[in-house]
DNA sequence: GTCCATTTTGTAATTAAATTACATTTTATT
DNA sequence: AATAAAATGTAATTTAATTACAAAATGGAC
């Protein structure tokens, strides 16, 4: 947990001098990282021996060391740990808590993803003769954002959230045919039956989907997401969001692959969105 | 700039006992924030007084002070500028990109939110006889995934990514309906028509989209995302993910004002696709 | 090479900071 | 109200960091 909130947390076990001692470091933490412990001390009116006592309460080994961990908790942008909202929560607090528990997410991702098999799926993408994204319920969504993203491409693309499409679609799929399944439990059976019926035909199958699941198992080549298992009837899936991104780098290294003169096409498909769109003008920069 | 970096740079403009202590520190960063000056300076086989000085060239006020600036840089996931992709990044380069400049899109939105747009858009959900999302192109899928959420309450809701469908929508809805309209720029033509006619018709218009946009002006409530604007080609938008988070929150709002007899209701409903799920085996826990 | 100026580094003294040991006060309990 | 336990403070001690200054080392200029 983040040592702000251990205060916090701790401010009604604490004895009324070592209070004191929390919350003027609650009041100021920036301030109080470059204070002398006697300075604090009177700023708390209480002696430096309470302030020394304090910091070891706090699991620290004396001052200094409560510094430092108090510096490295006040680093601007922590992706606190995740953090579950309750039924008392304010606006603010599940705001806070939902934008950190996904930006958590995203961190625990990024260390954690698979170079190879993204280098695999990129590789697989570019010389595919058709893709496909398929998704079930929320994963849909995700597969749908795929297809949105990769319709600026020559190769051509479907997306299907519809069990008996995508069966369809996975019988009639060759080799060549690159087919990527999302699913966040990996466990959808009807999804796992797609995905089963794409193997047997020689395509190959991208599985965006939990690691050792038994759609992960279908696929040829797993992108797994890493994101603990949102246990919490409140919390939407931060799982989605990892998703995303990753099809995002997809996308990028997809377009990458693809050398300079493809980048100019995109331009010129970005700006022939232009007259779809009402134009900025000054009063709008207002 | 990061403390190690700056370090890591400045190696070969130090001078030799000054460039034994960045080694030094460089070798185990960790370990050094937990070192006295003294100690550090056997280690690098320099006099404390050198270590001093090295701390007041790296820019820091002595060697405590210089601790915490490293114990700061030191806090793992520390990501949050915006990093462009360029053509030359290989896969690591870009997936560290992509991530981060989400991750500091979320940041930025989180420390922008409006709660009180957001708490009027929840009370204004929470009352409503029906509830729409409608959005187009990449937009689209942002919308989709909204629906998905809220199908999981009594409230009928909608959602569309074609212009007819949305228009008749629009023309139908009544006061007491919510309609929210998804557009990154905001400045999508037929978007903001479709969102005029639903102002005509009394609905509730509320606008996930950029602030000061014609969008903005046709809804009652703006929720805005403040993500700077991508002039990037290849760079997929972060913005999308911020309007995401932004939906997970109004979930989130709407699940806690119906009150704890919702939550179990919730939970019967994510029980009953237990069947749809293959389920977990101890050989997969392995 | 050697002289001098400059920079770098180290030694020892000084100052500042943190911690400890112990005394005093406060609080809770009978 | 008496006593034990806990909390807090005072003063002494220890540890750490810094400063002042001296000694090497470095780099030109001749």
Redesign the interface.
């Known amino acids: 947990m983040n040592l702000l909130e251990q205060l916090q947390h701790s401010l009604l076990e604490l004895s009324k001098s070592e209070r004191k001692v929390a919350q003027v470091i609650l009041a100021d933490p920036q301030s109080a990282?470059?204070q002398s412990i006697a300075s604090l001390a009177e700023q708390a009116d209480v002696s430096e021996p309470t302030v020394n006592r304090f910091c070891r309460t706090m699991g620290a080994k004396g001052y200094?060391?409560f510094?430092?961990l108090l510096?490295?908790s006040?680093?601007?942008?922590?992706?606190y740990v995740n953090r579950h909202?309750e039924?008392n929560?304010t606006?603010?607090d599940?705001?806070?808590k939902?934008?950190?528990s996904?930006?958590a997410a995203?961190?625990v991702?990024?260390?954690h993803?698979d170079?190879e098999g993204?280098?695999q799926a990129?590789d697989a993408l570019n010389q595919a003769q058709k893709i496909a994204f398929f998704g079930l319920?929320?994963s849909?969504?995700?597969a749908?954002?795929a297809h949105?993203?990769f319709l600026r491409f020559e190769t051509p693309v479907q997306f299907s959230d519809d069990v008996l499409m995508q069966r369809m679609a996975a019988i009639n799929a060759k080799a060549g045919d690159v087919l990527i399944f999302i699913s966040h439990?990996g466990?959808?059976?009807?999804l796992?039956e797609v995905a089963a019926l794409a193997k047997a035909s020689d395509a190959t199958v991208i599985g965006l989907t939990a690691a050792?699941?038994?759609l992960a198992r279908e696929s040829n080549i797993v992108l797994s997401t890493q994101v603990p298992e949102d246990t919490d009837?409140?919390?939407?899936m931060a799982s989605?969001?990892a998703q995303?991104?990753i099809?995002?780098?997809l996308?990028?290294?997809f377009?990458?692959d693809k050398g300079?003169a493809f980048?100019d096409k995109?331009?010129r498909i970005?700006a022939s969105?232009r007259d779809?769109?009402?134009?900025?003008t000054i009063k709008?920069?207002?």
Chains 1, 2 share one sequence.
């Open positions: 990282i470059h200094p060391d510094k430092l510096a490295q006040l680093v601007k942008g922590t992706p909202v039924q929560d606006l603010a599940y705001t806070a939902i934008f950190e996904t930006m995203l961190n991702t990024r260390n993803v170079n993204l280098q990129i319920g929320a849909a969504s995700v749908h954002d949105n993203k439990t466990r959808t059976k009807a796992c050792d699941s038994p009837v409140y919390m939407p989605r969001i995303l991104v099809i995002d780098v996308v990028t290294g377009t990458l300079p980048r995109l331009r970005k969105l779809s769109r009402y134009q900025k709008d920069k207002e």
